[in-house]
């Protein structure tokens, strides 16, 4: 039926003198009238006539089918070829169910859609045919020097292209720059239509001299050379011609036009050959195209700005020459004027991505933080694109190391705490990231935190992370940074027993060890444990073993080297570092009775003895402390002594360290009271001569019975753990982004044609 359908329709278009030859053809053959195309009458052979044959007169039909017959051929035809129906003309609907198509406008569409292959395959042909013939003409046209005579042939090939009369002279005398316009305005478009175009493309000489002509001097040549070369720059065979023909250099030179189309079409075209050129990126650093589009950034047309902060993102991604150059040139600054000011979403996401890439420059890092760029990237965090969302909290956990002490993050910290409920890993990481920076030596971010709810949703977070430490290390670091030296240290430590995160925070010590996470629940603990509401809970959930075994295998570890000059290290982690925080932990522990005992119990005395050696001096501190708590009790002072802990002790008294040595002290006074007199002068004459000397009041405070308070000692804790850098994230090698190697955004495209229409 279709074909038959087809065959109507190719009939049905031939002229009205054809018809009637066709008809008369047709007569002549074993039928004994025509077909009904022409004149409307039923096709019937004369041997099937019978008296109950139907007849129907040609003329003035008046029955149903003899106007479904009458139709017929313009049903097919108004179907296929609609545009030859005449106004106002419709031929009989013969669709009696709205539901079922009937077979004609089942063929309409496919139809349609061939019969515009057709027309195209044979413009393609012709529009290929006239751009070969075309091409050697105006490549010489396009290099012409001084002043040229352009023949009539040469007049009659422009007739052909532009269709341009100029008169019925034989030749005309053009100027250099007349020609050059004139031809360059013949190329333009012949560019337009896709065969041509691929013709000039194949042309190395022609797009050599569209190159040389975009820097003729004169701005509409430009123009139009400029828009010729972003056309072909849309087909990789383009913009291998391009950059072959030395096209970049140009390119780049046309980004300080006074023309805006010239500034667009040169923008537009370096972005996909960036894209999608090899060897184009270091072409285009190599013409010092980064000093000429960072100014760029100052224009205000929000689609000319989106294209160019991509070409900045793919110029500076992996090269930190290319950073420093955007540094050099004022670009933090203006790309975070462009976060702060515009709400364009392409704009803010291309933008967010080139400070995504500086951002792990230590160079440009404090640029951007001091620019605003913390409060600026803050604004976007609430908004509906997800992509925009994600590059702002990469950038902003990147960032964060170095705005420890920005101010004007209160509403940055809230959103942040609000945002540790995503379930979303990514937003997760990124969020706990930045809190646990932004809190590390800051006590006004701190109490803000806290009072936000922020201890509650971290903890929560821990619990929801699980396994997953890329959530649980900044989560726990933030949470040691908000239980300790800030007003609601206190509060801080409370609320994590008070919402279960004790027993959730010691299993992380458990094994397989990752160490980062050690050390920062660690830390942690020995905060919980300041608050003495704290001191059961953690050994009823078992920290003291786990802090134990750790504190064993890191000096097993530490041994194995036995050197300072060469540390152990483990996941990124110094083992010196956990032995110190396990045996400050275990220090603060001790101070209540129950766990002093459960300590003393599992022989860890002779390793805390063994620990005064270390060349570490906070190591010594922390051993001396804990020495001095376990002390108290007098078998575990009978059993320091007899480690032979006197000695090293004797040596610690003349530290230059204050809290080494007020430990030391306070240890050798409880174990000399059970000695024999002259035992206990020599050492008070030791402490009188070395220690205390110069001060009394202090050996008056050894001397008594009361356990030292190390709430009195210097806490550097948040100097011990400083804030996270970031130096590897993304956009330098962060698998988590995948957005790295993602194709410019189609619908991005930028045709300065819709904004500067062509006179063509």
């Not at 995503?422 to 701190?446: E, F, P």
């Not at 660690?522 to 786990?546: D, F, K, M, S, T």
């Amino acid at each position: 039926m279709y074909y038959a359908l087809v065959l109507f329709a190719c009939v049905s278009v031939v002229s009205d003198s054809d018809g009637a030859v066709k008809v008369a053809e047709w007569q002549h053959t074993y039928y004994s009238s025509d077909s009904g195309i022409q004149s409307g009458a039923t096709t019937v052979r004369e041997e099937d006539e019978t008296e109950n044959s139907k007849k129907y007169p040609t003329e003035n039909p008046t029955d149903l089918d003899g106007q479904y017959t009458l139709t017929r051929a313009q049903r097919v035809r108004a179907a296929m070829f609609p545009e030859t129906l005449v106004e106002g003309e419709s031929p009989l609907p013969t669709q009696t169910d709205s539901d079922q198509q009937t077979n004609v406008q089942r063929l309409a569409e496919p139809s349609q859609l061939l019969k515009t292959a057709i027309v195209h395959l044979i413009n393609y042909q012709d529009d290929a045919e006239l751009a070969t013939r075309a091409v050697p003409e105006l490549t010489k046209l396009l290099a012409d020097e001084d002043q040229v005579e352009v023949s009539r042939e040469d007049l009659t090939l422009w007739y052909q292209i532009k269709m341009i009369s100029t008169g019925d002279s034989f030749s005309v005398l053009y100027s250099e720059q007349v020609v050059v316009n004139k031809a360059a305005l013949i190329v333009n478009q012949l560019t337009r239509k896709e065969a041509s175009r691929r013709v000039l493309m194949q042309s190395p000489q022609m797009v050599a001299a569209v190159v040389r002509a975009l820097q003729a001097g004169d701005l509409e040549t430009s123009r139009c050379a400029a828009s010729v070369l972003h056309s072909l720059s849309h087909q990789r065979e383009g913009l291998l011609a391009i950059f072959k023909s030395g096209g970049i250099p140009a390119l780049v030179r046309m980004l300080s036009s006074p023309m805006e189309s010239v500034l667009f079409y040169s923008i537009t075209t370096l972005h996909n050959l960036l894209l999608h050129q090899e060897g184009a990126k270091m072409a285009v650093r190599l013409a010092d195209g980064l000093q000429r589009m960072v100014p760029l950034l100052k224009k205000t047309n929000p689609k000319f700005l989106a294209i160019t902060t991509d070409c900045l993102q793919l110029l500076s991604y992996g090269n930190q020459e290319s950073k420093l150059i955007i540094l050099a040139n004022g670009g933090p600054e203006s790309l975070v004027f462009i976060m702060r000011n515009y709400n364009y979403e392409k704009l803010l996401w291309t933008t967010s991505r080139v400070l995504k890439v500086l951002s792990v420059c230590p160079s440009n890092k404090p640029a951007i933080v001091d620019a605003g760029g913390m409060q600026a990237l803050g604004q976007h965090l609430t908004g509906s694109s997800q992509r925009l969302v994600q590059n702002c909290l990469w950038t902003l956990r990147n960032l964060s190391d170095a705005a420890t002490k920005q101010e004007g993050l209160d509403g940055l910290l809230q959103i942040l705490v609000t945002q540790l409920g995503s379930d979303d890993l990514n937003m997760l990481t990124c969020a706990t990231g930045i809190l646990s920076n932004l809190t590390c030596n800051n006590a006004r971010n701190k109490a803000l935190v806290c009072q936000s709810g922020g201890v509650e949703a971290l903890i929560h977070a821990v619990l929801r992370a699980g396994q997953k430490e890329d959530v649980c290390e900044p989560a726990v670091c933030a949470l040691r940074h908000l239980t300790s030296r800030h007003a609601h240290a206190e509060l801080a430590q409370n609320a994590v027993r008070l919402h279960y995160g004790i027993p959730a925070i010691t299993k992380l010590l458990g094994q397989p060890y990752y160490w980062p996470v050690v050390k920062a629940t660690v830390g942690l603990i020995r905060n919980l444990a300041l608050c003495p509401a704290n001191q059961a809970p953690l050994r009823e959930a078992g920290a003291i073993p786990r802090l134990v075994n750790l504190l064993l295998k890191a000096h097993q570890d530490t041994q194995r080297l036995g050197s300072s000059a060469q540390q152990t290290y483990q996941d990124g982690v110094r083992m010196e570092e956990i032995v110190e925080g396990c045996t400050g932990a275990l220090h603060i522990l001790a101070r209540d009775p129950i766990n002093r005992g459960e300590i003393a119990s599992m022989q860890t005395i002779p390793l805390f003895v063994q620990l005064l050696y270390s060349y570490v001096e906070n190591v010594k501190r922390v051993s001396a402390g804990v020495l001095c708590e376990l002390a108290l009790d007098k078998q575990s002072a009978e059993l320091i002594d007899a480690e032979g802990a006197s000695a090293p002790l004797m040596e610690l008294l003349h530290s230059p360290n204050e809290g080494i040595a007020t430990y030391a002290a306070a240890v050798l006074f409880r174990i000399s009271e059970d000695k024999s007199s002259d035992y206990r002068k020599r050492v008070s004459v030791e402490l009188t001569h070395s220690l205390f000397k110069h001060d009394p009041a202090a050996w008056e405070m050894a001397h008594s019975t009361i356990p030292l308070d190390p709430g009195y000692m210097p806490d550097d804790l948040d100097a011990a753990y400083p804030p996270y850098g970031y130096p590897d994230l993304p956009m330098d090698g962060l698998p988590l982004d995948p957005e790295i190697h993602e194709q410019f955004m189609p619908e991005m495209t930028f045709d300065p044609r819709q904004v500067y229409p062509e006179p063509l």
